[in-house]
């Protein structure tokens, strides 16, 4: 979304330098001023929630979870493999983090069991 930012950014630059008062210039600097506003407002924000609002969003459930139980020690995370393990690692970092238990998949049953 930035490169398209940066690419409507040209387009609404360089038409009126290249064909000076053309109405066709006027067109494509206005489309490409708004093409430039979009990418740049979409693109800052996606990298913002990328880097600043999944992290918050993380830290704020794992509060949630520890005000409707707290952290004894004794609970087992499971990481179901989807995504980096951003949940658990912000649940191992917390100041009394449970023991991690590896999923094993077992050929009778289609759920996961825990390996203890």
């Known amino acids: ?21 053309s109405r066709v210039a006027t067109w494509i600097s206005a489309i490409g001023f708004l093409v430039a506003v979009y990418g740049l407002f979409m693109g800052s924000y996606m ?15 794992l509060d949630l979870a520890a005000t409707l139980r707290p952290w004894t020690g004794e609970e087992i995370l499971l990481d179901v493999g989807c995504g980096r393990g951003l949940m ?19 050929r009778k049953l289609p759920l996961y069991t825990y390996d203890v």
């Open 47 to 61: 990298t913002y929630g990328s880097r600043i609002g999944k992290l918050r969003s993380r830290e704020k459930l």
């Open 88 to 106: 658990l690692v912000g649940a191992v970092h917390n100041p009394r983090p449970p023991p991690l238990r590896r999923p094993v998949i077992t």
């Open 1 to 21: 979304m930035l490169i398209a930012g940066f690419t409507g950014l040209v387009a609404a630059v360089a038409p009126p330098l290249i064909w000076n008062g």
